[in-house]
Every structure is written in C-alpha cells, then in structure tokens.
C-alpha cells in the first residue's frame, strides 16, 4: 500500500497509523520529489517526551536510497509524524511543497 501527502509551508505532517489502517504499518520504501540535497525526513512520534522515549524514532533517508528497503516498524495505536531536518537535525524552511510517498504493508490486522 502506498501513502501519499505534501509537506508544504510547514515542516510537519501528522499521522495516527490506527486512524489510517487499523493495525501495525512496516515501512518498506520512501520517495520524496522536489526536496533540496540535504534534506532528512524524519519518522518520529508524537509526544515522545511525555512517553519517555528516543527521539527521532528513524530518520529515513539519511542512510538509505528511495529503492532501499528499511522495514521500519509503526504501532498501530502511536501517533507518528513526518518532519523535514537537516544534517543536523535543524527544523528547516521549504522553498515549495514536497510529495512523500510511503510505501508499507501492514501486520497483526485486527
């Protein structure tokens, strides 16, 4: 299954993997058009200091390629969203909007 959305004037975009397919999610793959070099999209969770965890969840594509293949892990019930960094993990201001494709399958469907 794919997932597709903008990331446009602000650097954020928020999910509830629950809302959206009702059971875990494994990201496979990511392809993103019209981002600068340098960029990293960042997969973390939301309110992530209130649950006592590291942060950033992942970083998807500092290390990997669009046809590498990462197997990355959303529960179902955790909030999630994608930001845009750089290097360095500095939010950053977007010239135009990006289109990030996801694409996942999912486990454990109840």
């Known amino acids: 299954m794919n997932l ?3 990331i446009a004037r602000t650097y954020e975009h928020e999910f509830t993997s629950n809302n959206l ?4 999610m494994v990201i496979d793959r990511v392809t993103m058009k019209g981002e600068s070099p340098g960029t990293c999209l960042v997969l973390d969770r939301v309110n992530n200091m209130q649950e006592r965890r ?3 969840l992942v970083v998807l594509n500092e290390e990997f390629t669009e ?3 990462m197997n990355v892990v959303v529960p ?3 909030k999630w969203s994608f930001s845009l960094t750089d290097k360095t993990g500095a939010t950053i ?3 135009m909007p990006i289109t990030v ?3 996942f399958y999912t ?3 109840s």
């Open 93 to 95: 201001a977007l010239p």
């Open 21 to 24: 397919i009702k059971s875990d």
């Open 67 to 69: 046809n590498a293949h």
């Open 4 to 6: 597709v959305f903008n």
């Open 101 to 103: 494709c996801i694409h």
């Open 76 to 78: 179902k019930s955790r």
């Open 54 to 56: 590291q942060s950033p």
């Open 107 to 109: 486990i454990n469907e």
